[in-house]
């Protein structure tokens, strides 16, 4: 790889953990969404910090932020832009939205109504907007970040499928251990820290490092390994919808920007084992009696990952490619 990947990451992960205590694993994940040019989605209980992550990841990458906090009364135009007539020159002009700076981060995704959350799924998809029969490509790097409260169902708007699955990782927070509770109350005593946070790297080292990502080597016996692994969770029975073919491309590419970030050019099976849970979890549908039971989608994961034979391959599958 041409770009040191884990360096960067080590400054992303310094810069965002001066605001986010105890959550090294969690914030890697965000990180390896960004490698990976796919969209995160945070989703926790209320006062876990889940938007402070957000913020703090998005400072520290030094690429251009805009906030948006979806409610029910917001419209899609308010999302992508609109066309506002110019009685001087007799034209429409296109007034850009927020979806068109390089990080957005939504928060609430699910408090928009359905109409207005379709409003982010030619984006996230194909990196563009159609308005009025106009395309309009964004800007690179772009990914979304979007927060979600599980449990206040009360004026929320659950998200469709379609837009779950565009979302390469699901990352929740939880609670911290008690003596880490402790130093982040000394951390935010006086004022916060993000008002500190200053760009580690730039959009165009992302974009390099993005790249170079790609770049690393997966053995096939790998490959076959994180499909079987997919497709186990579409043939599992108390499943109703497995993990889908971007399911399968969000696992190698994880993958890949877990070694980079690990210092490594090629894949191991642990790299695999370590996102699938993130990656796979929120793609998974469970049969309506198997949630009765008490079965949650990542425990359906858990169980394919346990219970798939690994294969047996590393650097010398590397070196011999």
Known sequence: MSLDVQDMCRRLLASVGTVIVGKEAEIELCIIALLCRGHLLIEDVPGTGKTLLAKSLARSTGCSFERLQFTPDLLPGDVTGVSVYNPDERTFEFRRGPIFAQVLLVDEINRATPKTQSALLEAMEEWQVTIDGTTHPLPEPF?????????????????????????????????LPGDQEVAMLDRVQADSPLAEV???????????????????????????????????????????????PRGSLGLLHSAQARAAISGRDFVLPDDIKTVAPHVLGHRVVLRPNAELRGLTSTAI???????EPVPMTGRQAHASA
Do not use: W
């Open 198 to 244: 200053e760009p580690v790297t730039s959009a165009a080292e992302l974009k390099d490092a993005q790249a170079a990502c790609r770049e690393v080597f997966c053995d096939q016996s790998l490959k076959d390994y994180a499909v079987r692994l997919v497709q186990r969770t579409r043939d599992h029975q108390d499943v109703a919808l497995g993990a889908s």
């Open 143 to 175: 990914i979304v970040m979007a927060t979600q409260n599980p449990i206040e169902l009360g004026g929320t708007f659950p998200l469709p499928e379609a837009q779950v699955d565009r979302f390469l990782i699901k990352v929740r927070l939880g609670d």
């Open 301 to 307: 994961v858990d169980e394919v990952l346990a219970t």
